[in-house]
């Protein structure tokens, strides 16, 4: 399995993604290889819709020395009325950078590739860092959060995407 990530355009990305009910080899094998996409494009996050399976798994490196790990069915339970703008970038939006808010903390529960449940308290960087792959699981992204301006500002780079995931699902 050689896992393409997918840019914007790509009607996967728009999907909502399926609930996982099988905790089985072929979910570990997905999430081995979607680990070896993130690394090889530096990030800190990813989820399976962006590498084209629309199911709900992505992993999460939260810088916190704890290595990356994967969320399964994450679904925020309690999130802070406070909201904080940071910057944030995408590997479905190469060299897009933008500033988008997101709750200061946020309690997830979520499942491990075993099927176990557990719940984290997270806060700034980790908790952005979810809430970004959590909205890709919905079909959400990034460029939904920023002002009508600045979309209209990114409209050239946005169908400089779109013509390239339209020519990447040609050559396939
Ligand atoms: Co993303």
Request: aromatic residues 6%; glycine residues 6%; contains cysteine.
């Amino acid at each position: 399995m050689d896992l393409k990530v997918r840019v914007y355009g790509d009607p996967v990305l728009r999907q909502k993604a399926q609930t996982i009910t099988d905790f089985d080899d072929d979910l570990k094998a997905l999430a081995d290889e979607m680990l070896r996409a993130m690394y090889l494009h530096d990030g800190t996050g990813l989820a399976a819709p962006q590498v084209g399976e629309s199911v709900r798994l992505a992993l999460v490196d939260l810088q916190d020395g704890e290595g990356p790990f994967p969320i399964i069915n994450p679904e925020i339970v309690e999130s802070a009325s406070e909201k904080i703008k940071g910057e944030e970038g995408c590997l479905s939006f190469p060299d897009i950078y933008e500033d988008i808010e997101r709750p200061r903390w946020i309690r997830v529960r979520y499942q491990d590739l075993e099927g176990n449940q557990s719940e984290k308290e997270l806060r700034d960087f980790a908790a952005r860092v979810v809430c970004h792959e959590l909205d890709h699981l919905n079909g959400v992204l990034m460029i939904d959060h920023i002002s009508y301006l600045k979309r209209k500002m990114l409209k050239k780079r946005l169908i400089e995407l779109r013509e390239k995931a339209d020519q990447m699902a040609s050559s396939t």
